[in-house]
């Protein structure tokens, strides 16, 4: 029969790819999009082994009724796969985000995740009564999993949080044999950085973060003109799901020793000092 894998965060960037990688490979996709616009144009685009879910990974209720969709189209059969994809970036000193920008972060990059995973654990294998191999999942992390940046600080916790997650669920769904994998992209060509370079910075103006904040929203503009392209994470993600021994966790950069050894190793300090240096983080006088 055709494997099944439901993927969140479809209509644009990694996700989108993702989706139609893996529908070239003979697979169907479950994709979930937070608008029914979106769901019709994605369903006239990708065709029939694509189906559109509605909801956002916040809203327990509606990946409840997702989840009974999906339920009755695998008709018996386990999920290959579920893609916890779905993500936002807000930028900002920790110093001055608000409350509410930073449960909004944490609502949908960590418990967005969560909910979404404790929905579809059954139809991967967490029950008995299916019939299939289990299925794997897969969690959209970054390098900001591992290694906080200035003034990305809400997205950096997200992240942290999500791996912290991931290594936790690996480790307890050994019992119904269900795999976890993390994938650890840099920068990517997304609009999750166009998306953050829209976080509002005016009132870091003639302030101590104000050089800092424009360096780190340049940063985050040049992101989805160099980075990588979504489709190597969208083969990194049909590895995650395929490879008979996969890698608890996969970092994707462009350059291995400079985006991600180096800052992964080098003494915090003197990271520290050198990201101060560089984004003219300055002690106040």
Same mark, same amino acid.
């Given at each position: 029969?055709?494997?099944?894998?439901?993927?969140?965060?479809?209509?644009?960037?990694?996700?989108?790819?993702?989706?139609?990688?893996?529908?070239?490979?003979?697979?169907?996709?479950?994709?979930?999009?937070?608008?029914?616009?979106?769901?019709?144009?994605?369903?006239?685009?990708?065709?029939?082994?694509?189906?559109?879910?509605?909801?956002?990974?916040?809203?327990?209720?509606?990946?409840?009724?997702?989840?009974?969709?999906?339920?009755?189209?695998?008709?018996?059969?386990?999920?290959?796969a579920l893609v916890n994809n779905a993500g936002i970036a807000v930028a900002g000193p920790l110093e001055t985000i608000n409350t509410a920008d930073l449960r909004r972060q944490l609502e949908t990059n960590l418990m967005g995740p969560h909910i979404v995973t404790r929905?579809?654990?059954?139809?991967?294998?967490?029950v008995k009564g299916f019939s299939g191999l289990p299925g794997r999942i897969v969690n959209v992390s970054s390098i900001a999993g591992r290694i906080s940046f200035p003034l990305m600080g809400?997205?950096?916790?997200?992240?942290?949080?999500?791996?912290?997650?991931?290594?936790?669920?690996?480790?307890?769904?050994?019992? =119904?044999?269900?795999?976890?994998?993390?994938?650890?992209?840099?920068?990517?060509?997304?609009?999750? =950085?166009?998306?953050?370079?829209?976080?509002?910075?005016?009132?870091?103006?003639?302030?101590?973060?104000?050089?800092?904040?424009?360096?780190?929203?340049?940063?985050?503009?040049?992101?989805?003109?160099?980075?990588?392209?979504?489709?190597?994470?969208?083969?990194?993600?049909?590895?995650?799901?395929?490879?008979?021994?996969?890698?608890?966790?996969?970092?994707?950069?462009?350059?291995?020793?400079?985006? =991600? =050894?180096?800052?992964?190793?080098?003494?915090?300090?003197?990271?520290?000092?050198?990201?101060?240096?560089?984004?003219?983080?300055?002690?106040?006088?």
């Open positions: 029969m055709m494997q099944s894998v439901v993927i969140t965060g479809v209509s644009t960037g990694i996700g989108r790819s993702a989706a139609e990688h893996l529908l070239k490979l003979g697979y169907r996709v479950f994709g979930s999009v937070r608008q029914e616009a979106t769901a019709v144009e994605m369903k006239a685009h990708l065709g029939e082994s694509f189906i559109p879910l509605v909801f956002d990974v916040t809203d327990e209720p509606a990946v409840a009724k997702a989840k009974a969709l999906v339920e009755a189209a695998l008709a018996g059969q386990t999920l290959a929905a579809f654990l059954p139809l991967l294998g967490a809400p997205y950096a916790v997200s992240k942290h949080g999500l791996e912290a997650y991931s290594d936790s669920l690996r480790r307890e769904l050994q019992v =119904w044999g269900i795999d976890v994998i993390v994938l650890g992209p840099g920068a990517v060509k997304t609009p999750i =950085w166009d998306k953050a370079e829209q976080n509002d910075m005016s009132s870091l103006a003639g302030g101590p973060y104000e050089v800092a904040a424009k360096g780190m929203m340049g940063y985050a503009a040049s992101s989805a003109i160099n980075g990588l392209e979504a489709l190597v994470i969208a083969k990194a993600v049909e590895k995650a799901i395929t490879a008979k021994r996969p890698k608890a966790r996969y970092v994707l950069v462009k350059n291995f020793l400079i985006d =991600w =050894w180096v800052p992964a190793h080098l003494p915090k300090r003197l990271f520290d000092a050198a990201l101060a240096k560089g984004l003219g983080l300055h002690r106040q006088k």
